[in-house]
């Protein structure tokens, strides 16, 4: 007797269950449903996408003990150890594409690029992806002279791309009430891209409206054995909370230690707004 054994359909609606279906019709034997959700977890941003035509959204964050991201200048090189340093690098390695706002353009000017030791020579770079409501983003930024794709998402009118050796696009979207970029367009439009998995690097500001907004589906934070006072700046810039009903609550899925510092991921959709009736 022929048989063959699926840990799970393929969740793409065009093609789902097709294939067993032509083996069972052929007379093969199919068992389907074997370690299903370990193997949903190998590719958890496509199977996303396909059911829901979104990507997986990650954030990543890296805190102090007691829970700064940065000095109050804006200093913060490095608060994690090289091992979390490489570890993230992991994280955007994975990644379809790596987002970031303006603001973090301006101040850090960072590659955001995947590098691993020994390895970047075989890696497919992440797309690039910066949240620019205003188009102030700098001909001379780094990343704009990397190979591989950079796409600013703006409010304004699409103007054509900037003359550089890697083209930058332009692409509009629709704003929100105060102005700046609407983010469940933005996610919206990082599913029409066909990409599976984004990871966020940005500041408390923009991750302060991601969560407000609900569309994070895992806070991968770093917390590193360090204090940087009170004059810090915080992980998240949120209206100020009076009650503790208030409260926005995250589910913990996995702690580890990465090299000095501990890596923590926490799920649920953006937290949780804990309400008077909980």
Not at 108 to 117: C, F, H, I, Q, V
Request: include cysteine; glycine fraction near 10%; hydrophobic fraction near 40%.
């Amino acid at each position: 007797m022929q048989r063959v054994v699926a840990a799970m359909e393929d969740p793409n609606p065009k093609v789902a269950g097709s294939g067993l279906r032509q083996l069972r019709e052929a007379g093969i034997v199919t068992d389907c449903g074997l370690l299903g959700s370990a193997a949903e977890a190998l590719n958890p941003g496509f199977c996303l996408r396909m059911r829901e035509g979104r990507p997986l959204i990650r954030s990543k964050l890296a805190m102090s003990l007691d829970g700064r991201t940065a000095m109050a200048s804006g200093e913060s090189r490095w608060i994690t150890g090289e091992d979390a340093r490489q570890d993230v690098h992991r994280w955007r390695a994975r990644s379809s594409a790596i987002v970031t706002g303006i603001d973090t353009v301006l101040a850090d000017d960072p590659e955001l690029t995947a590098r691993l030791n020994g390895h970047d020579g075989a890696l497919l770079q992440p797309v690039r992806v910066i949240l620019d409501s205003r188009l102030r983003f700098p001909a001379t930024a780094r990343m704009a002279e990397l190979p591989g794709r950079t796409v600013l998402l703006t409010t304004q009118p699409a103007r054509s791309s900037r003359k550089t050796s890697s083209p930058v696009e332009v692409v509009s979207l629709p704003a929100d009430p105060a102005g700046r970029l609407d983010l469940p367009s933005v996610v919206e439009w990082l599913g029409q891209q066909d990409f599976n998995e984004i990871l966020f690097e940005a500041g408390a500001r923009l991750n302060g409206a991601l969560l407000r907004a609900r569309l994070v589906d895992e806070w991968i934070i770093y917390m590193a054995s360090i204090i940087l006072g009170d004059g810090g700046r915080g992980l998240f810039h949120l209206p100020e909370l009076s009650r503790m009903s208030e409260r926005y609550a995250m589910s913990l899925a996995d702690i580890r230690r990465v090299g000095s510092d501990i890596r923590m991921k926490f799920t649920g959709r953006g937290g949780d707004l804990v309400t008077a009736t909980d």
